[in-house]
């Protein structure tokens, strides 16, 4: 069963404007750690911003900031004032009480000038 | 600190040719992941090193597959007999608990190393 899904396939947004990438996760674990990590055409993994599962405030990191909806599942990444540069794919990824992490099939965002 | 660095970051190599990849870590994480990535999909996990030793190895990882860190710093990756099922994006991260960022020790990753079989 998949444990990270993210229905987005590819989103498209103007630049300076905000954004939200969609996750929802698959755990029975009560301690977990969520992840959002940019990969460019270069094709290295960036991390971006992190959330706890016990962590009760919504994670931020300058103009990303995490969704955390943790009766529903989902762990939504919200982008502001969208910039040129944000153009990449984009994975959420969990880390359950193992050393792995699973991460879902990205989604790809699009800044349009 | 210097990011994690992967060698080659390109490599094309005939089936069943054997290859080999090197990953640095950061310097002083004491651990080391191997992931594959293939078009389209994120990355799966391979396995993993804290220091030396190998803890933990995914189903995926073939008896094809192998991966040492020797020393408890860098590590290599070898396919041997290559097969055309085994072109992807071969990522390798490194962290460490003692820098965990706001809890749980966060993952940083390499540029990889894009393996074509031809």
């Known amino acids: 069963a998949q444990k990270i899904t993210q229905t987005q396939p590819g989103m498209f947004v103007q630049e300076k404007e905000a954004v939200t990438l969609d996750c929802t996760y698959d755990t029975s674990d009560q301690s977990y750690g969520l992840f959002w990590y940019k990969q460019p055409s270069s094709g290295e993994m960036i991390f971006l911003i992190y959330?706890?599962?016990?962590?009760?405030q919504n994670a931020t990191e300058g103009r990303y900031s995490l969704n955390f909806q943790k009766a529903r599942k989902s762990a939504n990444l919200v982008i502001s004032a969208s910039q040129l540069g944000d153009s990449a794919m984009y994975f959420c990824?969990?880390?359950?009480?193992?050393?792995?992490?699973?991460f879902g099939a990205g989604t790809r965002l699009t800044v349009k000038p | 600190d210097t990011g994690v660095s992967q060698d080659p970051r390109h490599k094309i190599t005939k089936r069943g040719q054997n290859v080999t990849f090197r990953c640095d870590p950061i310097?002083?994480?004491?651990?080391l992941y191997w992931y594959r990535q293939t078009l389209g999909q994120g990355p799966e996990f391979l396995t993993y090193?804290?220091?030396?030793?190998?803890?933990?190895k995914s189903r995926l990882l073939s008896d094809r597959f192998s991966a040492e860190r020797p020393k408890g710093s860098f590590s290599t990756l070898e396919i041997q007999r290559t097969e055309q099922g085994d072109s992807a994006m071969y990522l390798c991260?490194?962290?460490?608990?003692?820098?965990?960022?706001?809890?749980?020790?966060?993952?940083?990753f390499g540029p990889g190393t894009r393996l074509t079989v031809l």
């Open positions: 990824a969990m880390r359950e009480g193992g050393n792995d992490m699973r």
């Open positions: 991260a490194s962290s460490s608990p003692g820098r965990a960022h706001k809890g749980r020790d966060t993952q940083y």
């Open positions: 310097s002083e994480h004491n651990r």
């Open positions: 090193f804290q220091n030396e030793a190998q803890l933990e």
């Open positions: 959330q706890g599962s016990y962590d009760e």
